[in-house]
């Protein structure tokens, strides 16, 4: 699996925020946290990208799994990605505004889907 935190080390890539729609994303993995007690939940990593264009695009975020076989974001604006979005004069868009363009390009992704497949293997 590629490791989550490894996509802030990616070559950055502007992207302009109205064009983030166009990115496709696919699932390079996802990692399971266990504590393996019923106390506490599982929790874990999920990374997309883009390898499609000439630099790959990434994002990446923590998971908890909130009721057994329903997972959410851990927290939605902390997001790891290597995009830089800019608005449509090229200025980078400021944390904040960009966390929101990329939640609406996770909440695209069928992410929970591949979370639950991997909380399945390692219940297995």
């Given at each position: 699996?590629?490791?989550?935190?490894?996509?802030?080390?990616?070559?950055?890539?502007?992207?302009?925020?109205?064009?983030?729609?166009?990115?496709?994303?696919?699932?390079?993995?996802?990692?399971?946290?266990d504590p393996g007690d019923q106390d506490h939940p599982c929790s874990g990593q999920?990374?997309?990208?883009?390898?499609?264009?000439?630099r790959a695009a990434g994002v990446a975020w923590?998971?908890?799994?909130?009721?057994?076989?329903?997972?959410?974001?851990?927290?939605?604006?902390?997001?790891?990605?290597?995009?830089?979005?800019?608005?449509?004069?090229?200025?980078?868009?400021?944390?904040?505004?960009?966390?929101?363009?990329?939640?609406?390009?996770?909440?695209?992704?069928?992410?929970?889907?591949?979370?639950?497949?991997?909380?399945?293997?390692?219940?297995?």
């Amino acid at each position: 699996m590629t490791p989550a935190w490894i996509v802030c080390a990616w070559p950055p890539l502007l992207w302009q925020a109205e064009s983030a729609p166009e990115l496709h994303f696919v699932h390079l993995g996802t990692r399971v946290l266990d504590p393996g007690d019923q106390d506490h939940p599982c929790s874990g990593q999920t990374v997309w990208g883009d390898p499609s264009r000439e630099r790959a695009a990434g994002v990446a975020w923590d998971w908890i799994e909130i009721q057994d076989g329903i997972v959410a974001m851990a927290d939605p604006l902390a997001l790891v990605t290597n995009l830089k979005l800019t608005d449509s004069q090229g200025e980078i868009l400021p944390t904040m505004q960009a966390a929101l363009h990329l939640n609406e390009i996770v909440h695209t992704l069928p992410w929970q889907s591949e979370v639950q497949r991997a909380l399945h293997r390692v219940a297995a």
